[in-house]
Structures are given as structure tokens and as C-alpha cells.
T-cell receptor, first 115, second 111 residues
Framework: AQSVTQLGSHVSVSEGALVLLRCNYSSSVPPYLFWYVQYPNQGLQLLLKYTTGATLVKGINGFEAEFKKSETSFHLTKPSAHMSDAAEYFCAVSGSGGGADGLTFGKGTHLIIQP | KAGVTQTPRYLIKTRGQQVTLSCSPISGHRSVSWYQQTPGQGLQFLFEYFSETQRNKGNFPGRFSGRQFSNSRSEMNVSTLELGDSALYLC??????????FGPGTRLLVL
């Protein structure tokens, strides 16, 4: 069984400040980890993923995340927030078997950017 | 490449009716998954199809069903609609069993 916990349903940062969105997971098998972003009235867009190999992964729009097995975490960061980053962010996990098992999502974090 | 497309984008139905939603995956992708998104329950996995076979199913009642055609296009059906079925239904396709790419969703409102 797998689960994902996203700490903070809402996170507010100033434009230009560091963005940090927290994600902790539990998985009985080596996990594949994902961050998706959802803009209003749209589907989910893949930001980045970790499957194997390098634990620091870079994604689109300047986001990156680090897989820390000892902490069972996969936090998302961006050095400098932009107004266009305001959206809902979802962390997800799947078993190393991939898509057949389906993704298990966290509840989401709404990112608010203050001008 | 064109992305995942879903039709219709919006749908209004009444309790007791049934509904069919359609999903066309990215060209070359053979795996299609369906998810339900609601404010209360969040994103939940419905089922996954690969080469016309359902490989896995989430914890949903039998009123929710799906199928996949030989061209990888997929449909999901919900029978005897309930108010709680109001949701955004998302389809995702995958080529590598690893990364899923999502469509824009179909927003279903049950009155």
C-alpha cells in the first residue's frame, strides 16, 4: 500500500522568494515519485519525476525536487517564485511496476504568490 | 504530438442516468488510466487499461466501468448516476508504464 502526505494545504510566498512544497510518502516497494501542477479548469501537467538514479531531479519552469529515502520525502523547490506559479500542486507515488497500479496522490497544496 | 484529449469537456446529467466519457491517448501510448477528482476525496484511481485489457482497478463500485479499443482510445461509463459522482474525470496515457500524461478532464455535474 502507498500513501502521500503533503504538508500544508495552502502555502503563500512573495514573488521572488523561495518556494518549498513538502511531500512525504510511504511505499512498500521502491517508489516512483512525481510532482504535477494543475491550473484552474485544466488537467494535470507533469513537473518532474524520480524513478531511479540521481536523487536531485530538475523539472520544468525552474522547479526541482530531491528524493531522500531516509526521510521518505520528495520536497519540491523553486529558488524564485513567479506570479505564474500560482496553482495547485500534487505529489504522487506509484510502485516501481509503474502505471498499472495507478498513481496515489496527495491532497494537494495550493500555492499563492503575493506581489 | 497532440496531447491527451477528452470529450466532452462538460456534462450535466440527472440522478439515475448513465454517462459515457471518451479519452484519446497520445499517439503510440497503449496504457490509459482514469481518475476521479473531487474536493472531498481528491484524486482517486479508477482503472487502467493496456492493449484492451483492464489490468488494475481502484476502489469504486461496479457502476463505474471502462473499456479500451484496438486503437487505444478508451471510454468510461458510469451507470445509475448519483449526486456524489459529480467530479472532474481525468484520463492519462502512458507509453512506458512509468510516466502518465493527463488530459484536460471532463467535468460532470449530476443534478
Amino acid at each position: 500500500a502507498q500513501s502521500v502526505t503533503q504538508l500544508g494545504s495552502h502555502v503563500s510566498v512573495s514573488e521572488g522568494a523561495l518556494v518549498l512544497l513538502r511531500c512525504n510518502y510511504s511505499s512498500s516497494v521502491p517508489p516512483y515519485l512525481f510532482w504535477y501542477v494543475q491550473y484552474p479548469n485544466q488537467g494535470l501537467q507533469l513537473l518532474l519525476k524520480y524513478t531511479t538514479g540521481a536523487t536531485l531531479v530538475k523539472g520544468i519552469n525552474g522547479f526541482e525536487a530531491e528524493f531522500k529515502k531516509s526521510e521518505t520525502s520528495f520536497h519540491l523547490t523553486k529558488p524564485s517564485a513567479h506570479m505564474s506559479d500560482a496553482a495547485e500542486y500534487f505529489c504522487a507515488v506509484s510502485g516501481s511496476g509503474g502505471g498499472a497500479d495507478g498513481l496515489t496522490f496527495g491532497k494537494g497544496t495550493h500555492l499563492i504568490i503575493q506581489p | 504530438k497532440a496531447g491527451v484529449t477528452q470529450t466532452p469537456r462538460y456534462l450535466i446529467k440527472t440522478r439515475g442516468q448513465q454517462v459515457t466519457l471518451s479519452c484519446s491517448p497520445i499517439s503510440g501510448h497503449r496504457s490509459v488510466s482514469w481518475y476521479q477528482q473531487t474536493p472531498g476525496q481528491g484524486l482517486q484511481f479508477l482503472f487502467e487499461y493496456f492493449s484492451e485489457t483492464q489490468r488494475n482497478k481502484g476502489n469504486f463500485p461496479g457502476r463505474f466501468s471502462g473499456r479500451q479499443f484496438s486503437n487505444s482510445r478508451s471510454e468510461m461509463n458510469v451507470s445509475t448516476l448519483e449526486l456524489g459522482d459529480s467530479a472532474l474525470y481525468l484520463c492519462a496515457s502512458s507509453a512506458d508504464q512509468e510516466t502518465q500524461y493527463f488530459g484536460p478532464g471532463t467535468r460532470l455535474l449530476v443534478l
